[in-house]
């Protein structure tokens, strides 16, 4: 094979390798896009959806129940009273801190969360925790919690930038749980908007 032909068999394959680059690029554009509408949905439907979805297969099936590990920074035990709440590159984002059936959520301060920033109220507070507050009234309207035992919680801030999180009778583990998850998710996004300026 004469040198021009090598060439040219080295551009004919470079040229597809662009291509194919382009394609994976067009593919990650779209992908990226898939994850922003995802995210919409779930700002909208909140974790309500997939709770109720959890307590009919309790209903059906009692025993065993089997739940999916969770990721590292949302392990909580019963001798564990502090967890770290991160973002998806590892960064700590707060310090969730467990005492009986109350829960204090510190944000770091260099991060400057404030309760204005998406979606701190639209999902965190409007979506999830009063979402929760409601049931525990509801079943406490009807006799099945003492009114003692309903969730509370308090954002206390401080020109605007949340200082804590505290929430009181957050329930069970199951419950515990779709809140450091809900936590996680909720200021990972607040975080991403941060750094993106």
Not at 39 to 56: M, N, P, Q, W
Not at 60 to 83: L, Y
Not at 186 to 191: H, I, Q, S
């Amino acid at each position: 094979m004469s040198d021009e032909q090598e060439t040219k068999r080295l551009l004919s394959f470079r040229e597809s390798l662009e291509n194919r680059l382009n394609e994976l690029e067009q593919e990650m554009q779209d992908v990226k896009v898939a994850m922003e509408e995802l995210d919409k949905l779930i700002v909208s439907s909140g974790f309500r959806t997939f709770t109720t979805a959890e307590t009919l297969v309790v209903k059906e099936q009692p025993k065993p129940k089997v739940e999916p590990m969770p990721q590292k920074e949302e392990i909580i035990e019963e001798d564990m009273n502090q967890t770290n709440i991160t973002s998806k590159d590892g960064t700590v984002l707060g310090v969730m801190y467990i005492e009986n059936h109350s829960l204090t959520f510190t944000p770091v301060d260099s991060f400057n969360f404030t309760v204005d920033i998406p979606p701190f109220q639209s999902f965190l507070i409007d979506r999830v925790l009063e979402n929760m507050k409601k049931t525990d009234q509801e079943r406490s309207a009807n006799g099945e919690l003492d009114p003692s035992e309903i969730l509370e919680y308090q954002v206390n801030d401080e020109d605007g930038t949340i200082t804590s999180l505290m929430i009181e009778n957050y329930g069970g583990e199951r419950r515990l749980r779709e809140i450091s998850s809900s936590l996680r998710w909720a200021f990972d996004k607040m975080y991403d908007k941060i750094i993106q300026g």
